[in-house]
């Protein structure tokens, strides 16, 4: 295929507001991403116009036995981009992700078993209109000499103030930064990224509309029962393999039991009172 094909199939046409043809292509960032053993990542599908109307970007990958992944993500009315979160189900391996929005693709590479990985905390905060909130990037082990930089990116652009990028210093694990919201009401996703590792945070700003929230809502408690699902394979599989995994269920356990938590979280934040 040459190479004006391969760039025109990842470029959709539509009609704009102003009557104009106007490209629509899909991205999927970062395009490499290193994850721990049955740790988890984040990926970014992003539109190259605003969604006209919830646009849903479906979600495959090479194997599904190695990496679980949600499908289809839901780019809200208006925004460009959908992070999601993706779960590794083996030790190692490396697979391939695609995004695809109509029969236009792109895709991500995913390695298992290597790297390290990059939490934000807490995981879902609320602030009022024009407020502010301290977010922490753990890593998963020590900073190396010269320490790691992180870049910081919030989605949609926009609605939040950030730092671009914060470092953690030689020998610590974590840094705090400081978010501030820059209109009255949204919802963002903040991710933090050392190039191959992400991780993510959920700040609602002020009060959403109900659409908003709900699109939040629907998207994180989607995530939550597929990998539900996977993750509840794992002891069956154990037994399988004559019980030789304890430490994976022990993990599988705890990973449960934060998504249980994180459904609840998720569950009440559209009736959170404003503050």
Partial sequence: MSKFFRALAAVAIFIGANGLAEAQGV??????????????????????????????????????????????????????????????????????????????????QVSIGTGRSVTVSPPDVAIPAFGSATLTATLS?????????????????????????????VGLTSVNFTVTAVVSTGVVTVSVSDGQASGAALVTIGTVTPNQCQIAVNNALAAADFYKSKLQLIPALCVQASNACTAQVADADAALSQLSKLERTVKSSCTRPPR
């Fill in 141 to 169: 082990s020590p900073a190396p000499a010269g320490g790691v930089a992180l870049s910081v990116e919030a989605t949609p652009a926009g609605a939040l103030q950030t730092p671009s990028v914060v470092t953690v210093p």
């Fill in 27 to 108: 991205n999927l960032s970062p395009t490499s991403l290193a994850i721990p053993a049955l740790g988890t990542g984040f990926l970014t599908a992003t539109l190259s116009q605003p969604a006209s109307g919830d646009t849903a970007i479906t979600i495959t990958v090479s194997d599904p036995a190695v990496l679980a992944v949600p499908s289809p993500v839901i780019v809200p009315n208006g925004s460009s981009s959908v992070t999601f979160q993706v779960l590794a189900l083996a030790g190692s391996g490396t697979v391939t992700v695609t995004a695809i929005f109509q029969t236009f693709m792109a895709s991500s």
